[in-house]
């Protein structure tokens, strides 16, 4: 048997001509990921071995995104901690007010990560580079902390789900969308310890912020990675972003997959996930009216400038109804200054909306955006868990950028084509 995509990056960074899934590997590293919350209990346990250096300072990069600006004493105290521990170490890829972004968004945007590489973080999120091409996924904070000392950690070699996309997704169906019907399709855990590769015809028809929106979301269906070929827009975006080299590596015509499933994009419609799981998905349209309180545009899952713009062109003219509050967080500070330069700033904040500086605080009821007890909110976040962002009777409810633009505008749950658009 031949080997999947992602097999072929983990034997290469083994030493191995091939691996199996289930196999037990030593992988050597190429970016080792932590940020203000999950950094400090790594670098504390980093202090407890006898190596105590970095294995390369150029490898490493700490992201302070979670609760900057910093909340309160505690968040301040944890990114000083980060920030002592970059300075001692000569960290390169330090990013802190005034240059960071939400982690998941700057690392691609920085050229961090290319095709071929294994990163892992610190973050459950960090399978977002598989729109590149590169293994990616998350970890402990104790795993960062020998990561960052060793170069090196310990994988179990994932089988794989194959999902053949096909046809062309009409205007209002995103990346998003895509992703949770997936999850609504195998369920949280249909794809447990598993890697997602997404094959198809269909894929040519998605834009680089809809791929890493996909791959963002692949551990909401249990996936140990998601993963893309690397294809003409794939290289041209490492091109404009990254300077280091990057290796294309292609699945086996032979390999094995655990299951196929095969999905036309011509056939989706916007959907959103109801509380409180994010396989709990439901097409827009096929439910009555669900009033909302907040709605947030923003996060690692759809923070980029696709997303601003989708949602922007939706509520220019427009304002957001009486009692919802809306919130936009573009999720670096390039996407924060292409939106302002293509006036879309201006749109939100015309419109009753605010916008904020990068943070990734209202998705895991930080700040920026606390939930009251009955109160809901439709996110463009990754979960909806109970009491994810705020009391635990809130309600959460996951939707494109262009279903909560459409959702702020008219007051409860919606599709742009209500609004003739």
Not at 64 to 75: A, Q, R, T, V
């Amino acid at each position: 048997m031949g080997m999947t995509m992602t097999q072929k990056i983990l034997a290469a960074h083994a030493g191995f001509d091939k691996v199996e899934a289930g196999q037990l590997i030593e992988a050597n590293l190429d970016m080792v990921l932590g940020n203000d919350i999950t950094s400090p209990v790594a670098i504390n346990e980093m202090k407890k071995m006898k190596n105590q250096t970095v294995f390369d300072k150029e490898k490493i990069a700490l992201v302070m995104d979670h609760f900057i600006p910093n909340k309160d004493i505690k968040s301040a105290e944890n990114c000083k901690c980060c920030r002592d521990f970059a300075r001692e170490h000569e960290i390169v890829n330090y990013f802190d007010v005034g240059e960071m972004g939400i982690e998941h968004a700057l690392l691609p945007e920085k050229g961090l990560v290319v095709a071929g590489d294994v990163v892992i973080g610190a973050d459950s999120h960090t399978c977002t580079y598989g729109a590149l091409g590169a293994f990616s996924t998350g970890g402990g904070s104790t795993d960062m902390a020998a990561a960052m000392a060793t170069g090196k950690i310990w994988f179990k070699v994932p089988s794989a789900l194959k999902f053949v996309l096909t046809g062309k997704p009409s205007k209002w169906v995103s990346g998003k969308d895509i992703i949770l019907h997936i999850i609504g399709l195998i369920g949280v855990d249909g794809a447990l310890y598993r890697s997602m590769e997404f094959v198809g015809d269909g894929i040519r028809h998605l834009s680089m912020d809809d791929r890493f929106t996909i791959c963002n979301m692949a551990i909401e269906a249990g996936g140990k990675n998601g993963i893309f070929p690397v294809d003409e827009k794939a290289i041209a975006y490492m091109k404009e972003h990254a300077d280091k080299p990057y290796q294309v590596y292609e699945a086996d015509a032979d390999a094995e997959y655990d299951a196929e499933y095969t999905i036309d994009l011509s056939t989706l419609k916007p959907t959103v996930a109801f509380p409180h799981l994010p396989e709990n998905t439901k097409e827009v349209g096929s439910f009555g009216e669900v009033k909302i309180d907040q709605v947030v545009i923003g996060s690692c899952t759809n923070g980029r400038i696709q997303d601003i713009r989708q949602a922007a062109e939706i509520m220019k003219g427009r304002k957001v109804a009486k009692d919802v509050r809306c919130i936009v967080i573009p999720a670096t500070q390039a996407i924060y200054l292409q939106a302002m330069r293509e006036g879309l700033l201006e749109i939100f904040i015309e419109a009753g909306a605010v916008v904020s500086t990068p943070t990734c605080g209202p998705c895991l009821g930080g700040y920026m955006g606390i939930l009251a007890a009955g109160e809901r909110c439709v996110s463009t976040t990754n979960r909806n868990f109970v009491g994810r962002m705020g009391h635990v009777d809130s309600e959460v409810y996951l939707a494109s950028p262009a279903v909560a633009a459409a959702s702020a505008v008219t007051g409860m749950i919606s599709c742009p084509c209500e609004l003739g658009l």
